[in-house]
């Protein structure tokens, strides 16, 4: 089973399709906010230092977010995992690929879920999300709650995200898309990407991730 580092737009699905990994093949969800708050949580010296910057309202550095998670993958003993979110600049591509090659971690590949402009922000006008983390669509059968306005999963009010506007929508959209390009060109020239259109049913999307994953 191969390891998995998951490369999304906005609106593209990735959550969901990491859900269904994770109950389906036994990922380890390995994502960059929740590896913050987990260290932070910890009370740990780099936890502290971390809390701090924070705090103050500055952005982790690149080497700081980097050692976090050859932390976490020295942790799994050999299971597989999803790395969510993460590498967000071409240095961070290029320093996790030496993590990987230090931890001889080569079995892996980076999923780009291939959503364009227009089709991504028709997902944002339906979109709904819960505090569990859960997100939802109601102009999507497949992505309906059961019971309008409520998370399927912990019974919480489902809200709106403040930056689920379309003109929002379109400046995080196209910021991702400059950031992505050498990340994408990065992976390609490693041999390493697969590129997967999500404008369809989420169960053709798992099925087609599913086979990636599987050719070993």
């Not at 936890?47 to 976090?68: N, Y």
């Not at 009010?157 to 990065?186: C, G, H, M, Q, W």
Request: hydrophobic share 40%; with cysteine; glycine share 6%.
């Amino acid at each position: 089973m191969k390891n998995v580092i998951l490369i999304a737009p906005p609106a593209a699905g990735k959550g969901t399709q990491s859900e269904l990994l994770v109950n389906k093949f036994g990922y380890v969800h390995i994502s960059m906010g929740d590896l913050l708050r987990e260290v932070v949580a910890s009370g740990s010296e780099l936890g502290l230092k971390i809390k701090k910057i924070i705090d103050s309202g500055a952005l982790v550095d690149d080497d700081l977010t980097i050692e976090l998670i050859r932390n976490k993958l020295k942790t799994l003993n050999g299971q597989p995992f999803i790395v969510d979110g993460f590498p967000r600049t071409f240095y961070q591509a290029q320093a996790f690929a030496q993590v990987l090659e230090e931890l001889n971690i080569d079995n892996y590949v980076a999923i780009l879920l291939n959503l364009s402009k227009e089709d991504a922000v028709k997902r944002i006008a339906g979109r709904l999300i819960c505090k569990c983390g859960k997100s939802y669509n109601i102009y999507d059968e497949a992505l309906k709650p059961k019971v309008e306005g409520v998370c399927d999963k912990c019974g919480a009010s489902l809200v709106k995200r403040d930056d689920d506007n379309v003109d929002s929508f379109k400046t995080r959209y196209e910021v991702f898309e400059t950031n992505i390009a050498p990340i994408k060109n990065f992976y390609e020239e490693q041999g390493k990407l697969v590129v997967i259109d999500v404008n369809r049913a989420i169960e053709e999307i798992a099925s087609d991730i599913a086979r990636v994953i599987k050719n070993d």
